[in-house]
Each structure stands twice: as C-alpha cells, then as structure tokens.
C-alpha cells in the first residue's frame, strides 16, 4: 500500500509502543471476560453515523495516480524553508490553519511516501476535509483516505475516508489511519491490502480487474503508531 502525506503539517508522537500494547489489551475482551460481564462494542462500532462514515463509497473514475513530490531533492540533506503558512490552505476557513505549526523536514526519511500539496488532489483534500471533521467532533484534526484501484482498468472501484477517534472513543490506537485501515479491512474481508485478489474467497466486495489495491492519504504526517500497519497491510 502505498502511502500519501500531506506536506507542510507536523504531528506529534504521544505513545510508545509499551503504552500502545498495554492499551490494546485493556481495549480488547478478554477470555472469559464474556460470560461474566456485558459485552463492551468493538473498536468502531460506537461512532455518531452524521460524523463518521464506516463503509465504502463507491467510484468508477480514472485513477491520475500518485501526484508527484513536492520535493525531488536529498531529504537527508534538504531542509524545507519555513515560509511562514505552509503550504496554503484552500479550506474555507484557512484563518484558523494558520494556528498550526508545519513541520519543515521529514521526519522518516526512508519512508515510502510522497507530499503533496493539498490543492488540485482530491484525495488529499477529502483527507484534509476528513480532518477538519475529526476536529470538530472529537478535537483531533486528523484524516485519512483509502482508495481501492483496479490494477487492469486503473479506475477507482471505491474509497473509505476516516478521521481520528482517540478521544471519542478513548483508544490511543484510533489514528485515523489505523480507523481507516480497521474500516478497509473488516469491509473487504482480507487484510493484505497491496494485492487484493478477485479469486479470493475471503473478498466481499465485487472487484472487475483480477487484482486490486490499496493506497493511503494521510492528512498529516503518519506516527509511529500508523506506519507499521502500512507495512503490515501492504
Ligand atoms: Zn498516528
């Protein structure tokens, strides 16, 4: 799966990986936990449907593919200039974008994702808008999109958008990357999302090409606890 991130915005790391296991046992039910006290929802199933959207919306559009980087130069050697606001916000109330820092570097230099501007990409601006959303519902104004290619026609079968549910749903894992990843998968019924085969008999949505597959956009730049899932899924 190939991963797209918004440039010019930062995102801070609040969980080490021992916070995030312990919190994903606590989240988890237990063996024997059922019988005694009342089953607790699942991740993502206690979500306000006029905010979050948890299943596919379908397309049928040519897919223009990964926009090109902001930036071909040596990340390890480059430096993005500050400029003050970037990069400029097309949202309707841009004013309030101002108030957030961006970062001027990145972080993951042996990442295998690009930034791009938020202007003239869908995609990026349905994951910005995403965003915004998480902001005014749960505070976190994180967004992700995932958009499932046909790898014969190159069209755009169906595509997923989520933001992040930490406070909403009180879970430190509930990136929306990692709300977006959850939503993908248990939809389609397979979690390799590099390859998705047609001939699979674990697939539940219809697909016309023989394989498809998946990519991200990330509102902002993904964190440690969202880029090993894009490994793992592929
Ligand atoms: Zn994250």
């Known amino acids: 799966m190939r991963i797209i991130k918004r440039a010019g915005l930062t995102r801070v790391l609040l969980a080490s990986a021992a916070v995030l296991f312990s919190a994903s046992i606590i989240c988890g039910n237990l063996p024997g936990q059922a019988a005694t006290t009342k089953t607790k929802p699942f991740f993502g199933d206690q979500y306000n449907p006029e905010n979050?959207?948890?299943?596919?919306?379908?397309?049928?559009?040519?897919?223009?593919?990964?926009?090109?980087p902001l930036t071909k130069k040596d990340p390890l050697q480059y430096v993005q200039p500050w400029n003050g606001y970037c990069p400029p916000s097309n949202l309707k109330d841009a004013e309030l974008a101002k108030c957030l820092p961006c970062q001027t570097y990145n972080i993951k230099t042996s990442g295998i994702y690009r930034g791009i501007e938020v202007q003239g990409n869908k995609w990026m601006l349905m994951s910005c808008e995403e965003a915004k959303r998480g902001a005014e519902t749960s505070g976190c104004p994180f967004g992700a999109v995932i958009v499932q290619i046909d790898d014969e026609t190159g069209n755009v079968i169906r595509y997923w958008k989520n933001h992040n549910h930490v406070t909403e749903w009180i879970d430190p894992t509930a990136h929306a990357e990692v709300t977006a990843i959850r939503a993908v998968c248990k939809?389609?019924?397979?979690f390799n999302l590099g390859k998705i085969d047609k001939a699979d008999p674990s697939l539940k949505l219809p697909q016309t090409g023989k394989t498809s597959h998946c990519e991200i956009y990330s509102s902002a730049e993904p964190c440690q606890c969202a880029m090993p899932l894009f490994a793992v899924a592929n």
Do not use: H, N
Not at 61 to 68: A, D, I, T, W
Not at 187 to 190: A, D
């Open 187 to 190: 939809e389609l019924g397979v």
């Open 52 to 68: 979050t959207i948890m299943t596919a919306t379908s397309c049928d559009e040519k897919y223009e593919g990964v926009p090109q």
